[in-house]
């Protein structure tokens, strides 16, 4: 069992930055491919980007592009997202979720991840 809890999450204006993390306890994330994504009331999940187990491969939605950064410190058992230049449209609660199968061209399907941590909510101001 993996257990995950996001936090960095709050209010800011468009324009503005926040840094995301989640930690993870109970196993190793190391041996885990890392997501985030981000959900709306009434919507799905959306992906955001992952990373994989060594973090040499990362993979980001369109919509975040040249303005998220997602990184792993194995060491800390952590996987960070740094957003900036935030928009209006980027609010919502962002979740970090853990693989434990191979790297496969599937990883923006929120089903394949096998544990969820419950959120942050990020809201951004026009």
């Known amino acids: 069992q993996v257990q995950l809890g996001e936090s960095g999450g709050g209010l800011v204006q468009a324009g503005d930055s926040l840094r995301l993390s989640c930690a993870a306890s109970?196993?190793?994330?190391?041996?885990?491919?890392m997501g985030w994504f981000r959900q709306t009331p009434g919507k799905e999940r959306e992906f955001v980007v992952v990373?994989?187990?060594?973090?040499?491969?990362?993979n980001y939605a369109d919509s975040v592009k040249g303005r998220f950064t997602i990184s792993r410190d194995n060491a800390k058992n952590t996987v960070y997202l740094q957003m900036n230049t935030l928009k209006p449209e980027d609010t919502a609660v962002y979740l970090c979720?853990?693989?434990?199968?191979?790297?496969?061209?599937?990883?923006?399907?929120?089903?394949?991840?096998?544990?969820w941590g419950q959120g942050t909510q990020v809201t951004v101001s026009s």
């Open positions: 109970g196993r190793t994330i190391s041996n885990y491919i």
């Open positions: 990373v994989s187990k060594s973090g040499s491969i990362t």
């Open positions: 979720a853990a693989d434990g199968g191979p790297w496969r061209s599937t990883y923006s399907r929120s089903q394949q991840y096998d544990y």
